[in-house]
């Protein structure tokens, strides 16, 4: 490896905003996000997936077609 090219990684600390404090190595000392693994809906189990059915559901509903 080319010596003076590589970024130096150094202890990391991101921060969410519900709180979550994780530790971890990165080019930059201290971040802050909006989400993290543990408020994120897809998650947690909290996301509502609404299935209306696909083009062929649609258009049975159109006509009327039972």
Known sequence: MKPGIHPEY????????CGN???TNSTKADMKVDVCS???PYWTG???QNTTGGRAAK???KYGIA
């Open 10 to 17: 150094k202890e990391a600390t991101i921060t969410c905003a």
């Open 21 to 23: 404090v994780i530790k």
């Open 38 to 40: 543990k408020c994120h």
């Open 46 to 48: 909290n996301l509502k």
């Open 59 to 61: 258009f049975k509903e």
